[in-house]
């Protein structure tokens, strides 16, 4: 297992009931890994059978309720330089894998504990849904160990500051623990509230536990119960969050979506909540894309499109990252949103603007296409007829968009053009479209 190394790594896990993934687990590293140490809390399958076959040192420990307990036993059995600790469901591709050595080797000596890399959710489909990063390698060092019975985090004990090196943009970890399967299981159990619960009852205050059961109880649609804790997490934050804490986040993005989805919420409810969120997180597009939905669905058009817009440029400028993850998620949508929004404040230019970014991803949108048509050929008097150029000017424009010679771009641009009730722009597309002979057999449709 690399023995020969400057780095020694000492993989760690701690088990129970993994056997479908256990072989993965062990053999995505197996050629890096100074040694590989399996912690079982009370398997009743094949997963020590697998582990130990698959050459792992196989340790057990008691289950207590206690996440943080098991994982900082495995690390005291460890003897490498560095700890790896991935979860049984999670793994690196071998590309990243191959990678690991070398970018610990290069770290500036002493200057990290530990080092951050991506960390990509996988459907149920194997494909990413969503995207962090996470601490998975950190030194082999007495001071650094777990604390929490669950939402675990890394720490000092001596309470200094634990440095942490950025590699997200050179390793990824995949982790498969929130597909359908694994989520039912978990579900079932009601393990993570019992020890959330315990947690608190140690710590009242502590805004990460709060959030985390505000996270408990909107995934069980439990709405009001939810907006209660995610309302005590945001009053125990402390005024100075780091910008990075991505659960203080998540808690204000999910009781900004709670509020939002209300009825009775009025504005003012949502601004209170939305100025603290953003004075912690000024990068977190999520929020100002909540917020315009509210507006949208209350009819306010103008602050809609003002805080879309605002969310749209935040995407752009910052990525999503472990930001922006409701945005990136829907962002057609929000674009054509935007369109809407846009052309009922009568701001037509914009109109046109997001229209096109929406219609080069769904070019088949006919409301997006409509309300382009009817921002770029304002309304004229009944019985008057818009000047060949103006039509020629919006027919070459929108050419860049679709094939003049495709049967179905010909017919979509006429219907769309018919639907926002611009005959004479349909007219005079399906003249320079269509044949004569083609739009006599076409009559009923252009």
Not at 52 to 62: D, S, T
Request: aromatic share 10%; net charge negative.
């Amino acid at each position: 297992m690399g023995a020969g190394r400057k780095i020694r790594i000492s993989q760690c896990m701690i088990v129970k009931d993994e056997e479908k993934n256990i072989e993965r687990a062990l053999s995505w590293g197996k050629d890096i890994m100074w040694e590989q140490i399996v912690v079982d809390t009370g398997s009743s399958d094949r997963t020590v059978e697998l582990a130990e076959k698959a050459g792992a040192k196989v340790c057990y420990f008691p289950w207590t309720d206690d996440f943080a307990a098991a994982k900082n036993y495995a690390i005291e059995q460890a003897s490498g330089d560095w700890i790896a600790f991935l979860d049984a469901d999670e793994y690196m591709r071998p590309e990243d894998a191959g990678k690991l050595l070398k970018v610990l080797e290069q770290l500036p000596e002493g200057r990290f504990d530990g080092i951050s890399t991506g960390w990509q959710q996988l459907d149920d489909e194997g494909s990413i849904f969503s995207s962090g990063t996470q601490i998975r390698f950190f030194k082999k060092d007495p001071d650094i160990r777990y604390r929490r019975r669950i939402h675990e985090q890394l720490e000092r004990i001596s309470g200094r500051e634990l440095h942490v090196g950025d590699v997200t943009k050179e390793l990824s970890i995949f982790h498969t623990g929130y597909q359908k399967e694994a989520m039912e299981k978990k579900g079932r159990e009601g393990r993570n509230r019992r020890l959330i619960r315990r947690e608190l009852e140690d710590h009242p205050d502590d805004y990460e536990m709060l959030g985390y059961m505000g996270d408990e109880c909107m995934a069980d649609g439990e709405a009001a119960q939810a907006e209660n804790w995610y309302r005590r997490a945001v009053l125990h934050m402390p005024e100075d969050v780091r910008e990075d804490n991505q659960r203080a986040a998540v808690s204000f993005t999910r009781l900004l979506m709670l509020l939002s989805d209300k009825e009775e919420t009025q504005p003012e409810e949502i601004l209170s909540v939305y100025a603290r969120a953003v004075e912690a997180f000024p990068k977190e597009a999520d929020f100002d894309y909540i917020s315009g939905r509210f507006y949208a669905k209350r009819g306010r058009a103008g602050e809609a499109a003002v805080y879309l817009e605002t969310a749209v440029n935040k995407l752009e400028a910052y990525g999503c990252n472990n930001k922006a993850l409701l945005l990136a998620g829907n962002l057609l949508e929000t674009y054509g949103l935007l369109v809407k929004c846009c052309y009922e404040a009568g701001e037509l230019e914009k109109c046109v603007n997001y229209g096109v970014q929406y219609l080069r991803y769904n070019k088949y949108g006919m409301d997006v296409l409509s309300r382009v048509l009817r921002s770029l050929l304002p309304d004229i008097e009944e019985h008057s007829f818009r000047g060949q150029q103006a039509n020629q000017a919006v027919f070459d424009f929108l050419l860049n968009l679709y094939d003049g010679k495709d049967l179905k771009d010909r017919l979509f641009l006429v219907k769309s053009a018919r639907m926002s009730d611009r005959a004479d722009f349909a007219a005079y597309a399906a003249e320079r479209l269509f044949t004569p002979t083609e739009r006599e057999k076409l009559k009923d449709y252009i």
